[in-house]
């Protein structure tokens, strides 16, 4: 297999995700149960961790191409998350616009913000679904939701395409409120 460094165009480069205080180790057992491999790339920035880089292709560890980070939330989106949160549960109505929008993005997901990896086979996709409500599902509980979409399903989005999705807030590329989607994706 080719190594990324050796493709010369242009390509999607990066993903930056965020997890919560405290949950460093939880978002690490996340990205292995995805069946990535985790490196640290000792970059801080102006957080108070370093910068994890998560590689989709385990053997091929480019810590700038074809990976998505991963870092503490800062203090200016965790004031933004908390006073959301706090008007969720004082607010009923928004509670409502909240839990709609969940509800969609755990049975609707296509049309929802994600990314997705892509994986060699059909079965490195139940695989890694495996592991994720294995390991995670009991911890977890209603954080996490994974769905699969097979070929046979009546609402499959194409007749070959095996997607998972994985809807879950301990990253996110967005609000924690509203949680982030991971498509798993692969051609059987
Ligand atoms: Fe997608």
Redesign the pocket.
Known sequence: MKSIMEYQGKLLNHVETLYRPGERELAIELALALGCAITDTGFKGDGVDTFLAVHPNPEDQNSQNNVFYMSQIRPEQLAVEARLKRLSEEESDFARLLENYRVAARTK??GVP???LRYLSGRDVEDAAERINTSLKPKLKDRLHLRIFRPEDADA?GENVI?GFLYQDVIVSGSFLMGQLI?M?TRP
């Open positions: 997901p296509f994600h990314f997705a989005a997607q498509e994706q």
